[in-house]
C-alpha cells in the first residue's frame, strides 16, 4: 500500500506505476498494490486530473474508479509492506501499527539513488501546490524507485528475477 496525504496525487500516482512493474515483472496475479491517505479531505475524490496527465503522458493506463480514502489501522495490519511518500505520513503510518504489523518503509527509500540518505530526506514532495513541473518530478521520483519495491516484493515472495 502506497500512502500520501489526500490519496489524490502521490499514491495513487505510485499506486498506478507499481502495477505497471509488477505486471512486467510476471507478479501482476501475485501482488495486490492499492493507495490510501492519512487525511480523509479527500474521501472520494477521484486521482488529480494533473496526476492523470501526467500519467497518461507517460503511458500508463490511469483508468476511473479510484476513489480516495483514509488508512486505518485494519490496512496497515493487514498489508506486508507500507510505503510512506513523507516522514509525516511515515510517523502517521507507526502510529496506527501495533507490534508484529508489517514494514513501514520510505517510498523513496527503494530509489539507488537515494540509497544511504536519512529517512528525513526521503520525501516525495507534494506536487498539488504545483504546476506541471512539480507532477513531472513527483512522477520521476516514483519510477525511480519502483524497480526497487519490485525487487524487494520478489525477494519476499522468494520468486527468481527470471519467474
Known amino acids: 500500500m502506497t500512502v500520501c496525504t489526500g490519496n489524490i496525487c502521490r499514491s495513487p500516482m505510485a499506486e498506478i506505476v507499481l502495477r505497471d512493474r509488477f505486471e512486467a515483472a510476471g507478479l501482476g496475479d501475485s501482488v495486490v498494490v492499492d493507495s490510501s491517505g492519512v487525511s480523509d479531505e479527500e474521501h472520494g475524490n477521484p486521482v488529480d486530473r494533473r496526476a492523470r496527465a501526467v500519467l497518461a503522458e507517460h503511458g500508463y493506463l490511469t483508468g476511473g474508479g479510484h476513489h480516495a480514502r483514509q488508512v486505518t489501522a485494519v490496512d496497515v ?11 509525516r505520513h ?5 502510529d496506527l501499527a501495533e507490534q508484529g504489523d508489517p514494514v513501514i518503509r520510505m517510498y523513496r527509500s527503494f530509489d539507488p539513488a537515494a540509497h544511504g540518505l536519512p529517512e528525513n530526506e526521503l520525501d516525495i514532495a507534494d506536487p498539488w501546490y504545483g504546476g506541471p513541473h512539480d507532477f513531472e518530478v513527483c512522477l520521476a521520483q516514483i519510477e525511480a524507485a519502483a524497480d ?3 525487487d524487494f516484493v520478489r525477494a519476499e515472495l522468494g520468486v527468481s528475477s527470471g519467474a
Open 77 to 87: 495490519a493487514s498489508r506486508d509492506l507500507v510505503l510512506a511518500m513523507t516522514t
Open 90 to 94: 511515515a510517523r502517521s503510518l507507526r
Open 148 to 150: 526497487g519495491v519490485v
